[in-house]
C-alpha cells in the first residue's frame, strides 16, 4: 500500500521495497536544530527516524536518570535518561521532516507494562494518541515494550499483552488509523515459544521486529513466523556492535560485517520491508560505556560512508521519506 492521499493511514513499502531509518536520538540522527553534526548532516535525509520514549513516572534508572510525572518522557520536550538526547517533537517541528515516517519505541521496563495494563497509564496513552493525531500527516510504527524478550526488561507476559491490548484499543477507539504496531524481540533466532508468549493477538500485530548486532547463523524464526502470519519484517535495530568506525579500514567492516547483513536482509526480502541503523557513538553515553558497544557513526569512515551510499542507491532502498508515492 502507497501513502494515502488522505494522509491518514499507514504507510506499508511496496513488495519490492525497504524502508531505511536511522536512530538512536537526536544527536545520532542530526539534522535540526542545535543536532548538526549527525547522520542526516553527513549521509542525507533517510525514510524514517527511529525514537524512544517511555511509560513510566517518577522511577530512576541504573544511571541516575528519573522520568517525567504526568508526560511520556521523550515524547513531547527533550529528555535524557542515560543515552542521547530525545525529543520527538523537536524532529517533527523541524524544516525537512515533513513527510518522515517514525519508528517509536516504546519502554515499559521498570515493572511498568502491569501498570499499562491496569489503567494506571491512561493519561499517557492519550498523550501519545493526541500526538500521533496532531501529527496525521505521519506514520508511525509503533514498537510496544521493544525487545519483549530481553532480560533487561522483565516483562511478565500477562501484563505485556494486557498493555500493549490497552494502547492500541484506545488509539483504535479515537479512530486513529497512521500507525502500525511492531512486536520486536531483541534477536531473530528467539524461540517460536517465547513468541507465542507474548503474542498479543493476531488482530494486535501488524509487523514483526528484531535487533541485530552480530551476524548470525541460527535458524530466523522471525521470518518463518512473518511467513506463516503473512506480515512483514522490520530490523528494527541495526549496529555492528564492537566496531569503532574511525578505528577501521572502511573496506574491511564492510565484507566483516555489513554485506554479511544485507546478504542476511536481501535473502529474506520477501518478508524485511524496513531497517533501522542505530547511527550512534554508543561510547559517549552512561547507558553504553564501557560495554563494548563501540561507535557506530557511519559518517566517521568515509570508505564506510562511500560504500553504504552506492548500497542505498539500490532501488530496492528506499532512502528518501515516501512523498506521495505510487
Not at 494515502?4 to 544527536?27: C, H, M, R, W
Not at 529528555?79 to 516504546?106: D, K, Q
Not at 515499559?108 to 494518541?129: C, Q, S, T
Not at 533466532?189 to 548486532?213: H, M, T
Request: charged fraction near 25%; proline fraction near 4%; include cysteine.
Amino acid at each position: 500500500m502507497s501513502l494515502s492521499s488522505a494522509l491518514a493511514n499507514a504507510y506499508t513499502p511496496n513488495t519490492d521495497e525497504i524502508l531505511i531509518f536511522v536512530g538512536q536520538d537526536n544527536k545520532s540522527v542530526g539534522g535540526h536544530g542545535v543536532w548538526r553534526d549527525g547522520y542526516i548532516d553527513h549521509v542525507g535525509m533517510p525514510a524514517g527516524i527511529t525514537h524512544y520514549v517511555y511509560f513510566s513516572e517518577g522511577k530512576t534508572n541504573d544511571f541516575g536518570y528519573s522520568f517525567d510525572i504526568g508526560s511520556v518522557d521523550g515524547l513531547n520536550r527533550q529528555t535524557r535518561w542515560g543515552a542521547g538526547p530525545m525529543c520527538l517533537r523537536c524532529y517533527l517541528e523541524a524544516p525537512g521532516f515533513e513527510n518522515t515516517l517514525v519508528h517509536l519505541s516504546i519502554s515499559m521496563e521498570l515493572d511498568e507494562e502491569g501498570r499499562v495494563a491496569n489503567g494506571d497509564y491512561d493519561h499517557l496513552i492519550k498523550e501519545l494518541a493526541d500526538f500521533i493525531q496532531e501529527y496525521r500527516q505521519h506514520t508511525f510504527y509503533l514498537r510496544i515494550g521493544y525487545e519483549f524478550d530481553g532480560s533487561w526488561n522483565h516483562y511478565e507476559p500477562e501484563a505485556f499483552k494486557g498493555a500493549w491490548r490497552r494502547i492500541v484499543d484506545h488509539l483504535r477507539r479515537e479512530d486513529i488509523s497512521n500507525f502500525a504496531t511492531v512486536l520486536g524481540a531483541s534477536r531473530f533466532y528467539l524461540e517460536r515459544s517465547v513468541w507465542d508468549a507474548y503474542w498479543p493477538g493476531d488482530e494486535y500485530v501488524d509487523w514483526l521486529g528484531y535487533s541485530y548486532w552480530h551476524n548470525e547463523t541460527r535458524s530466523p524464526v522471525v521470518f518463518e513466523l512473518a511467513r506463516e502470519k503473512n506480515l512483514p519484517v522490520f530490523a528494527a535495530e541495526v549496529t555492528p556492535r564492537g566496531f569503532w568506525m574511525d578505528m577501521v579500514d572502511g573496506n574491511l567492516i564492510w565484507v566483516d560485517w555489513f554485506s554479511l547483513f544485507f546478504d542476511h536482509i536481501e535473502a529474506n526480502k520477501d518478508v524485511v520491508k524496513a531497517i533501522s541503523f542505530i547511527n550512534a557513538d554508543w561510547d559517549a553515553d552512561p547507558m553504553w560505556k564501557g560495554r563494548g558497544w563501540g561507535d557506530s557513526r557511519i559518517q566517521r569512515n568515509v570508505q564506510l560512508k562511500n560504500r553504504w551510499l552506492e548500497k542505498m542507491a539500490e532501488p530496492i532502498y528506499i532512502h528518501t521519506p515516501p512523498n506521495g508515492k505510487d
